[in-house]
């Protein structure tokens, strides 16, 4: 190899780091900041450009009435939802997968195919326009601004990618496995839960991780269909994105809103070295 | 291997995604062909008036569908090259190997619309740090409020964000590739441009056209980023289809008529995902 060509790869993957931790670096910054440091243009090392304030982060703890933004609550709702519609998803679009991997469906020209397309399908449709039907169908349930209204929302949100990611998996986990299981005297019901399931875990922490993603991440329909009761961490955020922004507190709580995936992230690097995610995502 | 059984894996799953669906989806269908809006609410039946009129006398739908094609083919052309780069480069040895690729996952795993606003303070175009490095030049572009510039900005964030997607896959894919055909074309005596061309880049189509349609699927939803970053703005230089649906819907209240921009906005995209999954595979699958 060159002298050249890794000079070239170093600085290219050097870069590319330096502008995925910009935005990181700069809100870490803003986040000890206060009104003066703000307004009087970019300023960039603590002590030396600016005077450094706990303020932010302390704003993050104070209800709205003491001039806080009182994020432990979005936060913890957010939690909420995310496990349980991830949780939901998970568990029958396992069941569901492991069905459309393992038997033959033939309900007129409906095959195995046009049904998991169907299910994979959901994610085409953009969230403004399921957002007004879903508005007026939980508002006639009584479950607008409520958990579990979001949460079957998001179970529609998040099943289809549960669907896409272990009907892969399941297809190549080998059907020798059942067979077996079924010859040795096991029922369908206890072959699947006995046997196939404790090898697909790493299918299945694959398909929650993605789950958890793009539950944690959802904005749209957290922000149409809740209002006062219930408030989800990104709506809370956005809130804060108005004409009088407060920088140092908006830093602060989008840190604190990112910090949980980003441990997803070094579990989804372990996965990826040690080779056990190839085989679940292709 | 079948058993009548079979439905009690099934059905679970697909009627409870059937229940909370059908209802929505129906009831947008029949929305759209009344003219429910914040003056008249109610079901009345006006047949094909909104689909008329969003043909004949609505440009601003079709121009925002043009902005959308432009701003998703390009976004994912652009995080298809440069994640399937970073995939290559952090494939084989390269020191830090595990720090890099933690790295370049972690945008996805953020969420969109609050990255978005921190994005929206870092182009701020008089206190952000962008502008105050192209101070030093005596420039001050407008990131956010000029027609040219605020696409890019959206183009830039989107990259930032979703790259890693695209970069996950493909490095998933490239572990996965047999050793093989990599000891036959180092017997043969390639390159590692050859090797490139005639090995990797063939064993990856698959994974890429996945890879691709995925990642445009999602892209057509392009919303979260829009409405922090620029509002569509300015003038609607920045609108794409998913806000310009929204502010019919949600902002001046036509549910009938924003009920038939989606189910109009529905089957074009339907159409367009099955003619460039064809494409693609034309593309990619040599011999075909």
Not at chain 1, 44 to 62: C, N, Q
Not at chain 1, 124 to 133: D, F, G
Request: glycine residues 6%.
């Amino acid at each position: 190899m060159s002298l050249f060509y890794s000079t070239l790869k170093y600085l290219v993957v050097t870069l590319w780091s330096i502008f995925v931790i910009a935005p990181f670096l700069w809100a870490l910054t803003t986040s000890f900041k206060d009104f003066q440091s703000v307004t009087n243009g970019a300023t960039y090392i603590p002590w030396v450009d600016f005077e450094p304030t706990l303020d932010g982060w302390r704003s993050l703890f104070k209800s709205p009435a003491q001039g806080g933004v009182a994020i432990v609550e979005p936060f913890f709702n957010s939690v909420i939802v995310t496990a349980a519609g991830s949780g939901i998803s998970i568990i029958l679009g396992t069941l569901a997968a492991y069905s459309l991997s393992r038997f033959t469906f033939r309900v007129g020209p409906i095959r195995n195919g046009d049904i998991t397309f169907f299910f994979i399908s959901q994610r085409i449709m953009p969230p403004v326009v399921l957002s007004i039907p879903f508005f007026i169908m939980l508002g006639k349930l009584g479950l607008l601004d409520t958990l579990f209204g979001l949460i079957l929302v998001y179970v529609v949100l998040l099943m289809p990618i549960a669907v896409w990611i272990m009907v892969d998996f399941f297809n190549k986990v080998p059907i020798e496995i059942d067979e077996t299981a079924l010859i040795d005297g096991c029922n369908p019901y206890q072959a699947f839960f006995k046997v196939v399931l404790p090898n697909s875990v790493p299918g299945i922490i694959v398909a929650g991780m993605f789950c958890m993603i793009f539950g944690w991440t959802d904005f749209f329909f957290a922000f149409i269909l809740t209002f006062t009761e219930v408030q989800l961490l990104p709506v809370a955020i956005v809130a804060l994105n108005s004409s009088i922004t407060p920088w140092w507190s908006l830093s602060a709580a989008a840190l604190v809103s990112v910090a949980p995936l980003v441990v997803v992230a070094f579990i989804v690097e372990r996965y990826l070295s040690k080779g056990n995610l190839s085989g679940a995502l292709k | 291997m079948n058993f009548k059984h079979k439905y009690m894996f099934l059905l679970p799953g697909l009627l409870v995604l059937l229940a909370i669906l059908i209802f929505p989806i129906g009831f947008t269908v029949r929305l759209s062909l009344s003219s429910w809006d914040s003056f008249y609410p109610g079901l009345d039946f006006i047949g094909l008036e909104n689909y008329i009129r969003l043909f004949t006398d609505d440009s601003r739908f079709w121009e925002a569908f043009g902005r959308l094609s432009l701003l998703s083919l390009t976004t994912v052309f652009l995080q298809y090259i440069i994640g399937f780069s970073l995939a290559l480069l952090v494939w084989k040895e390269i020191r830090f190997q595990r720090l890099f690729r933690v790295l370049f996952l972690i945008p996805m795993m953020t969420t969109p619309v609050i990255m978005t606003v921190v994005w929206r303070t870092f182009f701020n175009e008089s206190l952000g740090p962008v502008n105050d490095f192209f101070n030093l030049f005596g420039m001050q572009p407008l990131w956010l409020s000029s027609e040219i510039l605020s696409k890019f900005t959206v183009v830039l964030v989107e990259v930032w964000q979703w790259t890693p997607f695209m970069f996950l896959l493909l490095l998933a894919g490239l572990l996965s590739l047999p050793k093989e055909p990599y000891l036959a074309a180092s017997i043969d005596g390639a390159g590692p441009v050859r090797t490139f061309v005639y090995v990797t880049f063939p064993l990856m189509a698959p994974i890429s056209i996945g890879a691709i349609i995925i990642r445009l699927i999602e892209a057509s939803k392009i919303m979260d980023t829009v409405y922090v970053l620029t509002s569509g703005g300015p003038g609607t230089s920045t609108e794409t289809s998913s806000f310009y649906i929204f502010i019919k819907g949600l902002r001046e209240f036509q549910f009938g008529y924003s009920a038939a921009l989606s189910i109009t906005y529905l089957v074009v995209m339907i159409i367009s995902f099955t003619v460039i999954a064809k494409i693609l595979v034309k593309m990619m699958v040599r011999g075909e």
